[in-house]
């Protein structure tokens, strides 16, 4: 069975920092891996995904994640962080097959300080 | 293009009653999922539609929780009789055709508070 763990409720940093959130999966397969972000009362924005090819993909708003097949793992990563980045953060796979959906994370909360 | 429409927003109801939630998702997007956000935890996956049939349902508490999308469009959750633990943010979210590799759009969501 699919899964997904990011190990941290928290991740604090001050604003210009870099910032990571993790997240490790479990598939069967080549995965299909996303990130999506939660304002407060809103719904769930996709910031970027890994399909196949470069292991560094981009997305928006300056955030970028890195693959990594030996380790399973597909962190979230931002160079310098901005106190609006602060939000809910999840990480969701799905197998690479026709009719399977995502499987989400429990979340990362980001808190950056001013 | 338009996003997927959900609603209502929030709902307040006493346990026992029934609710029901609507989504309108993307012109031409033939699946549809529906999860069930608890506060504090990650979305979890309810019942998925291709066009009107169903693909996985595995997950939907069938003895109080149903859902259909009788003409491969519009889809209705309801919940019959609600518990306390069926509190929660319920999210719709369509895909052109289940073979979509991009991340798939969600609507805002429907707030249920059961009292």
């Known amino acids: 069975a699919q899964s997904v763990a990011q190990p941290e409720d928290q991740v604090n940093v001050a604003e210009g920092n870099p910032l990571t959130v993790k997240c490790t999966y479990s598939?069967?397969?080549?995965?299909?891996l996303f990130w999506y972000v939660q304002y407060p009362n809103r719904g769930l924005q996709f910031l970027l995904k890994y399909i196949t090819g470069d292991n560094l993909v981009k997305g928006s708003y300056g955030f970028e994640a890195e693959f990594n097949k030996s380790q399973t793992s597909f962190h979230l990563k931002k160079p310098s962080a901005l106190v609006s980045d602060s939000a809910l953060y999840f990480c969701?796979?799905?197998?690479?097959?026709?009719?399977?959906?995502?499987?989400f994370g429990k979340g990362t909360t980001l808190s950056v300080s001013s | 293009e338009a996003g997927v429409a959900q609603s209502p927003r929030y709902k307040i109801i006493e346990k026992r009653q029934s609710v029901a939630f609507w989504c309108n998702p993307i012109?031409?997007?033939?699946?549809l999922y529906w999860y069930q956000q608890i506060l504090g935890q990650g979305p979890k996956l309810l019942i998925q539609?291709?066009?009107?049939?169903?693909?996985?349902d595995s997950q939907l508490p069938k003895d109080r929780f149903s859902a259909e999308r009788l003409k491969g469009v519009d889809s209705t959750l309801k919940i019959q009789p609600a518990k306390l633990e069926d509190s929660a943010v319920y999210l719709c979210?369509?895909?052109?055709?289940?073979?979509?590799?991009?991340?798939?759009?969600f609507g805002s969501g429907t707030r249920l508070t059961v009292v």
């Open positions: 979210a369509s895909s052109l055709e289940g073979l979509e590799r991009d991340g798939y759009t």
């Open positions: 598939v069967s397969g080549n995965p299909y």
């Open positions: 539609f291709q066009n009107n049939g169903v693909v996985d």
């Open positions: 012109s031409g997007h033939a699946t």
């Open positions: 969701a796979v799905r197998y690479n097959q026709a009719g399977t959906a995502l499987i």
